[in-house]
């Protein structure tokens, strides 16, 4: 099948055409088979009419008079005796067989002449047969009527619907085809302009727009959606730039130290102090890992965990590891049990010990722990005693390597990306990470209910 046919305007104008034949062509017969029945069902009311005015002038012993429709009066042998019209030329010698004579009324056909009211009179005496036969010697009998059921009206009306048909049907499918057609390609011309404006979309050129056409249709939703997912690509694009970027600088620092410190112990191992090259050698490499581990992280996919875990008992045995080291400020828990949270005990220890860990290198003296579970979620609150965030900040310290302090920071061996992957990790179980105020962090989880 050609290409241009299996487009969907061609599948359009043709089902529509299909559809078109199917419903003229089976409404055409059945106006036609009702028109037949209506027309018929009135010929055959007024030959009944003339049937019983031709019974009744001959039971009175008058002569039909007045009659329009064709009839044929047969004595009880099948001889006929009378006749009207024209039905019965170049019979009226032959007896009418087949119809005994008998009380009531009915329609029968007769000879393959077409159909008839056919019934008999009372029971006339001999003189009454005598006077309207004509002939003597008849016996007191019943005289059988046949009026013709005239079927030319009926004939002509139905003939009038065939030539409508006939005429119609093969002017009115494809008629409804090619408006089909015409419909269909007017309304996928703003699809046709969606396809063209897509094909030149790269990831060169994702600023580019389809056009949304102002029929606020379909189209006109699908338009929008699309415009919403290049906004996506693109904000996403720009993020995997940048942060491709950023790891690429962070990732140049601690590679350059660690080149320079052996580069220099190479070219003078004599004045080497070889444990303190060793030393400096093996914290960068540390960091390099922790950057390593972390950006492998955010890279990572959340995956559900199959069974739950209680935050409060991870919060407390972190808070138990630092207090046992003895070094930074104080830290204080409070939880509620249980703290269920569907993931795993990995994934939200990083949480918390990010959490910490940031919270320890701004606080003064003291980090104050909270852990609540209410109303179908978890809630962590970590606050510090420390000089806090200016609220112009508070969102930016989540994106990746943002230091509001660069040179302690780095200092400190933070790689930039611990708020990061709390909120990324956050986010992925359907939570929110936000900065209440200046020096606390809040982390509302969904809850796991036994």
Known sequence: MPRRLRSVRARAALGAALAAAVVFGAGGWWVRDAIEDQWMSAAREAATRDAFSVASALESGAGPRGTDSSFAVVRTDGRCVMTGGTAFDGDLDRPLPGFPPRVGWSVHAVRGKGRFVVGTTDVLPSDRIEKLTGGGGQPAQRLTVYVLVSASDTETAVATVDRLLGWGLPLAVPFVGLIAWFVTGRALRPVEAIRVKMADVSARALDQ?????????????????TNETL????????????????????LRTPLAGLRNSLEIALAYPERTDWPSTVATALADADRLQRLAEDLLLLASPARAAATPSD????????????????????FTAHTTRPALVRESETRLARIVRNLLDNAARHARAQVTVTVAATNGSVTLTVADDGPGVPPEERERIFERFVRLDDARTRADGGTGLGLTIVRDLVTGLGGTARMADRSTFVVTLPGHEE
């Open 209 to 225: 727009r389809v056009p949304v056409p102002d029929t606020g249709d379909e189209i006109t939703r699908l338009a929008r959606t």
């Open 231 to 250: 906004d996506r690509l693109e904000h996403a694009h720009h993020r995997q730039q940048r942060f491709v970027a950023d790891a690429s600088h962070e």
């Open 311 to 330: 935050l409060a008992d991870i919060v407390e045995e972190q808070i138990a590891e630092r207090a046992h080291t003895g070094d930074g400020p104080t």
